[in-house]
């Protein structure tokens, strides 16, 4: 009779085993799936990143050329007017004039473009630091659900409930902060970002 009851009891155990093997199983997968559309999305997040800094870097370098060409124009302005006003023969004083009027213009003209691409390339620094942001919950997202996958696998290994019960934690942060990446929530750990950046 006692190897009747052992047999039923070590069949329960294995069904149980079983059955958290198939709990584990399927939790592993999901957790590999939305891993994986997130590691999608947050490359092209990447690639927007890539594209605002670009721009940015071009856009600054841009707002350089044109603050050179216009501390060019502000010299030559400058120099201009100082010849005017040592200007003995009323004869050049038209021609010294017209060039005074095309380097006033020219100095306006630089300032308002200056004053346009810096706006572009803060602009793009602003896009740089959105899209940052999801990624780093993206990046959040696929640590917290990496942990999850290796928690299953212990917890498959060792039977331990309470380890499925962390698993599952871990797979639910991941799952969090990658809808938040997905959807535009402002959920951000900033304190780890920060740590980790």
Same mark, same amino acid.
């Given at each position: 009779?006692?190897?009747?009851?052992?047999?039923?009891?070590?069949?329960?155990?294995?069904?149980?085993?079983?059955?958290?093997?198939?709990?584990?199983?399927?939790?592993?997968?999901?957790?590999?799936?939305?891993?994986?559309?997130?590691?999608?999305?947050?490359?092209?997040?990447?690639?927007?990143?890539?594209?605002?800094? @670009?721009?940015?870097? $071009?856009?600054?370098?841009?707002?350089?050329? &044109?603050?050179? #060409?216009?501390?060019?124009? /502000?010299? =030559?302005?400058?120099?201009?007017?100082?010849?005017?006003?040592?200007?003995?023969?009323?004869?050049? @004083?038209?021609?010294? $004039?017209?060039?005074?009027?095309?380097?006033? &213009?020219?100095? #306006?003209?630089?300032?308002? /473009?200056? =004053?346009?691409?810096?706006?572009?390339?803060?602009?793009?620094?602003?896009?740089?630091?959105?899209?940052?942001?999801?990624? $780093?919950?993206?990046?959040?997202?696929?640590?917290?659900?990496?942990?999850?996958?290796?928690?299953?696998?212990?917890?498959?290994?060792?039977?331990?409930?309470?380890?499925?019960?962390?698993?599952?934690?871990?797979?639910?942060?991941?799952?969090?902060?990658?809808?938040?990446?997905?959807?535009?929530?402002?959920?951000?750990?900033?304190?780890?970002?920060?740590?980790?950046?």
């Amino acid at each position: 009779m006692a190897d009747v009851s052992d047999t039923i009891n070590e069949a329960l155990e294995h069904a149980s085993e079983s059955r958290l093997n198939s709990i584990i199983a399927l939790l592993v997968a999901i957790t590999a799936t939305f891993m994986a559309v997130c590691n999608v999305k947050d490359g092209n997040i990447v690639q927007g990143m890539q594209q605002a800094q @670009a721009n940015a870097v $071009d856009h600054w370098s841009y707002y350089q050329a &044109k603050g050179m #060409k216009q501390n060019l124009a /502000e010299a =030559t302005l400058d120099e201009l007017q100082l010849q005017r006003a040592m200007l003995t023969d009323p004869k050049f @004083a038209p021609m010294l $004039d017209a060039k005074i009027v095309t380097y006033q &213009k020219q100095v #306006k003209k630089y300032e308002k /473009e200056k =004053t346009d691409i810096r706006k572009q390339a803060e602009d793009d620094q602003k896009q740089y630091d959105a899209l940052n942001f999801h990624d $780093d919950q993206f990046d959040m997202s696929e640590a917290c659900l990496s942990v999850a996958i290796a928690l299953f696998g212990v917890t498959a290994l060792t039977k331990k409930r309470w380890l499925l019960a962390v698993a599952s934690a871990f797979m639910f942060f991941g799952v969090l902060f990658g809808l938040a990446g997905f959807f535009g929530w402002t959920i951000h750990p900033d304190f780890l970002a920060k740590f980790l950046s």
